[in-house]
């Protein structure tokens, strides 16, 4: 199952912590980690490339960690928020139609 921690303060999505498998399908066939692994990959980009915003990135083999750094332009950290925001409503969603594949849990920091 891949666990998806966001975190949340003061009401903004200000990071998260992805880390597991689907176990869909077999390696190289599941689409459901193929999706998440898209939608990551998406997001990170857009939050760093698009936005240029500072972020703390932490990564091994089954575990990404991203965090937005308070010291950013206020109006790029807004729509930082946003990325992350409808990167969490994308994960509900793939773990509403592929049930048993995604756990998605919010965390008030």
């Known amino acids: 199952m891949i666990i998806a921690e966001f975190e949340k303060s003061a009401g903004d999505f200000v ?3 992805i880390s597991g498998h689907a176990n869909y399908a077999d390696y190289g066939k599941d689409i459901v980690c193929a999706a998440v692994s898209s939608a990551l990959q998406m997001v990170t980009n857009g939050l760093t490339e698009i936005l240029k915003l500072r972020c703390e ?3 091994n083999e089954n575990n990404i960690a991203l965090k937005i750094m308070t010291n950013n332009k206020i109006d790029a ?3 930082g928020y946003a990325f ?6 994308h994960l509900k969603l793939l773990a509403k139609t592929y049930k048993k594949t ?3 849990i919010i965390l008030e920091v």
């Open 15 to 17: 990071g998260f912590n």
């Open 57 to 59: 990135i932490k990564k």
């Open 77 to 79: 950290l807004k729509s």
């Open 84 to 89: 992350i925001e409808s990167f969490c409503l």
């Open 102 to 104: 995604i756990r998605v």
